[in-house]
């Protein structure tokens, strides 16, 4: 639990840290000096100089200002805490996009109370677009202006715009049920990683659905979306914050509708 005089601080934090890591990944995006290898055995699953040295800063500025509190990150093992906080961050969500020179790539900062994620960000550098939800308010910060941001209305699948990473998401079976709920909306999109969440808490789409995630990916866009009014779960409807299959959704009737398909999924 976070204590409402521990709130102000602990956003100030957040920001540094997402300050932080901003510098560190411009100062290699679209540069000669990017070189990516393969973490996988089994595929490609990139990982950058970038992604290693954010997340070490991060892990740093949490270390000095927080000490007690645990970390989840992608690129490092989980540090364990004693406050019942953890700060769960993937330095560069979209690392494909990132080494690829695509802007869509995010930074993401959870922080977990023990039941939910109660503050996310996801940070754009170079678009130089952030947005966090932090104990029930949502915001969109860009260089000139600061917005409260909110999910929009949009009950029905056949008005909804849907979103997903990859046309051939996760396995036979989740794609099947992707496609099954992608038939009945009004348009569907591909492709922009971590900031097809902030445009669902913005209130420009209306759905994401994702498979095969893991907890870095999704508290710090679960955070933001929450405080933006909208609903994040597993294909069952159950807590979606420790990753999997994840729908997300502005409107609550709308999530019942995508939910109802895709929880027939084997």
């Given at each position: 639990?976070?204590?409402?005089n521990?709130?102000?601080?602990?956003?100030?934090?957040?920001h540094?840290?997402a300050?932080?890591?901003?510098?560190?990944?411009?100062?290699?995006?679209?540069?000669?000096?990017?070189?990516?290898?393969?973490?996988?055995?089994?595929?490609?699953?990139?990982?950058t100089?970038?992604?290693?040295?954010a997340?070490?800063?991060?892990?740093?500025?949490?270390?000095?200002?927080?000490?007690?509190?645990?970390i989840?990150?992608?690129?490092?093992?989980?540090?364990?805490?004693?406050?019942?906080?953890?700060?769960?961050?993937?330095?560069?969500?979209?690392?494909?996009?990132?080494?690829?020179?695509?802007?869509?790539?995010?930074?993401?900062?959870?922080?977990?109370?023990?039941?939910?994620?109660?503050?996310?960000?996801?940070?754009?550098?170079?678009i130089?677009?952030?947005?966090?939800?932090?104990?029930?308010?949502?915001?969109?910060?860009?260089?000139?202006?600061?917005?409260?941001?909110?999910?929009?209305?949009?009950s029905?699948?056949?008005?909804?715009?849907?979103?997903?990473?990859?046309?051939?998401?996760?396995?036979?079976?989740?794609?099947m049920?992707?496609?099954?709920?992608?038939?009945?909306?009004?348009?569907?999109?591909?492709?922009?990683?971590?900031?097809?969440?902030a445009?669902?808490?913005?209130?420009?789409?209306?759905?994401?659905?994702?498979?095969?995630?893991?907890?870095?990916?999704?508290h710090?866009?679960?955070?933001v979306?929450?405080?933006?009014?909208?609903?994040?779960?597993?294909?069952?409807?159950?807590?979606?914050?420790?990753?999997?299959?994840?729908?997300?959704?502005?409107?609550?009737?709308?999530?019942?509708?995508?939910?109802?398909?895709?929880?027939?999924?084997?």
């Amino acid at each position: 639990m976070v204590l409402e005089n521990e709130q102000k601080d602990i956003i100030a934090i957040a920001h540094k840290m997402a300050d932080t890591a901003r510098e560190i990944s411009l100062k290699y995006f679209r540069t000669p000096a990017l070189k990516a290898s393969n973490k996988s055995d089994d595929g490609f699953d990139p990982v950058t100089i970038a992604d290693r040295e954010a997340e070490q800063a991060i892990r740093e500025i949490i270390a000095k200002n927080r000490p007690n509190d645990a970390i989840i990150g992608e690129e490092f093992p989980n540090s364990p805490g004693t406050s019942g906080l953890t700060w769960v961050i993937d330095p560069i969500d979209g690392t494909r996009a990132f080494i690829s020179g695509i802007p869509t790539w995010g930074v993401l900062i959870g922080l977990d109370d023990g039941t939910k994620p109660v503050l996310g960000i996801v940070d754009q550098p170079y678009i130089g677009e952030r947005f966090i939800g932090a104990f029930g308010h949502a915001e969109l910060i860009t260089k000139t202006t600061t917005q409260t941001i909110k999910t929009r209305n949009c009950s029905t699948l056949a008005d909804a715009t849907l979103m997903t990473t990859f046309p051939e998401i996760g396995s036979k079976a989740e794609r099947m049920g992707f496609e099954a709920v992608s038939t009945k909306v009004k348009l569907t999109r591909y492709g922009l990683d971590c900031y097809a969440y902030a445009l669902l808490a913005m209130g420009q789409i209306d759905l994401v659905i994702e498979a095969g995630l893991n907890a870095y990916d999704i508290h710090g866009p679960q955070g933001v979306i929450e405080a933006a009014g909208g609903i994040v779960t597993n294909w069952q409807g159950e807590p979606g914050h420790m990753g999997g299959r994840i729908l997300a959704a502005g409107d609550a009737d709308l999530h019942a509708q995508a939910l109802e398909i895709l929880s027939k999924a084997p």
